[in-house]
């Protein structure tokens, strides 16, 4: 009886396997580590990149959702991390963090505006960005020194955007939680959320439901961009420095995470908890390799292990639950 | 007709199960080569599942299968394929994007070795799929060259008909091969269906419109939640009198303890 | 003339030739030289080589991301192994790896029913992970024998004074058309790529197509890796980083649809070669090497808008 009732709960909820897996991960990994992973202070580290991290994989997240995808959010974080070091220091950190949105939704929405207006695929076309604003990056950071020195990271504002933390925990994490927060009840509770959905699982039904396909796309590909460069924003808040290379690779982390968390590549399926669980266990499982004293060379390795064996076995709990 | 030989296809009390599910309930019927077969039924009742089982899809839970005189005893695609049992199903079987000729042949390519290479015949493949396209009614500027994103659903239709005919098929099942055709496409791809039975072939037109299948089929076999509830020569049997025994099938089955 | 218009490499053909006329007429520091544009050749017959395996993956309608690492891993195992097997089996051994690896995430692909995009993302990670636990970070040599070695002369040497790379891309770039064009894996493969239910009703096994597909990508990846380090052997962890990205890149320049079923490899290595030349005309113009990157990404974004035109004017539906 507990059994089919666990059945339907993980034919309802396609977050389950992950979070199923982190619990098993967490568990191995505090039994294992004989203390060294499992501290507050190790933790904290945990958090500051899943929140990084996380706040990319909502916005790909989204984009999933309406059955496109988004891979130039990458070099949008560095980009927003770029543009924030560069005017955090010559005006301050909250115009900074403005801007860098700003930079993101430019991003977003040129991505958005090519893909809906040509029709062509967006792997593509964010693939094009991806190497656009790389290239632009490490143009920049070759010639410019990106950094703030100690001295002029006290302020409030500074502390506010990943510069600081509060009870051990970097404020990105804060913004993390409200982005999160935010997202759910706009995907739950308001029309755009509806149609969002309703865009990734038929975009011919939600056309015919007069619903503007384009506009929902472009949308999600603007808040997917913002929320890409305010995570650069906040990672190099953290870090006071940036260089070229930032961000790069993390948009196929965001991806496997989406994919371990539930989010249908096909589009149509959301879940933002499943996504940052993912975002979580790969950011743990690097801080275990690390604190365990595994050659670093062992992390890409593993992490391309663990995104097949998840994606496998999540599919095969999935079939087993929709199985009579 | 040729009722005296004995049937092509006998399927013998045939039952299958999905889980708990019963799909089909004591099936037994006879189809005979050079028949033309309208099955009908609604949607659920079954005629589907039967077809799947002849080619090869679903293994029967009970019962038997017999084909030309022999025992069915495995149940695969590709060995009812081999057999020369072929489903025209409106929207599957044609590629968009390769030319007629390259469907026509698709998954048996005739080949002629050159310096040891098999290399494919595509004088072979145009030849023959040009003759074909011609006996079908195919539009005179459409060549076996051309890609089948230009043709018309219709035209569609009858490169799998043809091609059904030029591979010396037995059986031939069409699966609503009417819907989205035009008036005049429809009268084409039934006059099709009828040649297809002159020639010799089993066909077996799975439709609901028992109207339209009347005008064409020798026997009609109605189905019914997993049952056949008829199986009558559309000589002694009016259409009117076969809708009739759809709907009594149809209040039989509500009446019935419910499953 | 209209069949040629109509084909999939029609807007690379463009492509090459208004390149070609603007580098002639903005031409600063002798792009037409011949140690130039041996150099450009020669990079573009290593990159057509994996844009071609790409090609064909992308036309069943799947994608390879893992084709930089595959090419480097091959590479590296190729060096590596060497002083233990000579190099005409580290060479056999090295291709052997590409093709298990090609094999291996085909039937992910196929039995797990998982997007390619995720499992050769996995694929990406994965071997680039071998190269670094591998190598260690340390960079791997020839020994002076095996420099000297005649197949290391036949893969990376000169022939007649041409660098020896391009006699392999041209001789696989006609092998592969005629098994992409005449044979029967090759209408498969195409059909599979444009239907895959319609191949399947027709008996088709489509996922041996496609596992075969990832071999061949793989192989050719990993080949095009040999060829690099056959001319330099020197080993570096990052070889071949990125490298995924300029394959699709090429590929999707040379016509290649996403939507599967339709694309040329002619294209592709058409597609290679614009992008090599970029990088060598920026090189030429002075401008910092990061730019190259950024300019792939513009390339990219107008020839498939381009590509996308062009196929719609031929009445495909894209």
Redesign the interface.
Known sequence: MALTGFKRLVGRHTEIGILLIAALLIAYFSASSDGRWANAYNIGTILQVTATLGLMTLGVALVIGTGE?DISVGSTFGMGALVYLWLALRVDPTLAVLAALAVGALIGAFNGL?ITR????S???T??????????A??LT?GFSFSIPYASRGKFTYWLFGGGDIMGINTAIIWLVLALVILMLVLGATRFGNRLLAVGGSAASAHSRGVRVDRVKLAAFIICGMLASFGGALEAGKLGFAD?SMGRLME?QA??SC?LGGCL?AGGQVSLVGALTGVFVLSSIQSYLVVMGV???????????I??GA??GD?VLRQWAIR? | MASTTTPLIQVKNLHLYFGAFHALKDVSVDFRAGELIGLVGDNGAGKTTLIRVLCGIHTPSSGEVWFDGRKVEKFHPKLAIDEGIETIQQSVGLCDNLSIARNFYLGREPVKRILGIPILDFALMREKSTKVIREFGLRDNVSADDEVERLSGGERQSVKIGRAVEFKNRVVIMDEPTNHLSVREREHVNELAVSLKEQGLLVIYITHDIFQVHKLADRIVIMENGEKIEDASTHTMSAEALEEVIRQGGRKVTKKEPV | MKQFVRSQSFGAVIGVTVMLIAFTVIDFSGWWNRSTLANVVQFSAILGLVAMGQALVIMTKEIDLSVGSVYGLTGVAFITLEPKLGVPGSTLAALAIAAAIGAFQGLVVVRGKLPSMIVTLAGLFAARGVIYVWTGGTVQNFSEAARNNWLTGLLGGQIFGIEAAIFWMVGLCLVLNVLLWGTRYGNRLLATGGSLDSAESRGVRTDHVKILAFMLCSLLAGFAGILTLADRPQTHVTLGDLMELEAIASAVIGGCLLTGGRGSLVGAVLGAFIIVSFRYELIALGAPSSWFTTFVGIVLIVAVIFNQYLARRAGHSV
């Open positions: 995808i090519v040509t029709g062509t695929p792997l593509i076309v693939l094009g960005t991806l190497m656009i604003f790389r290239g632009l490490i143009a070759d070229g196929l991806i496997a994919v590549l050659r670093p060379q062992w992390f890409m390795l593993l992490l391309g292990v995104v097949v994606a496998l599919r009579r």
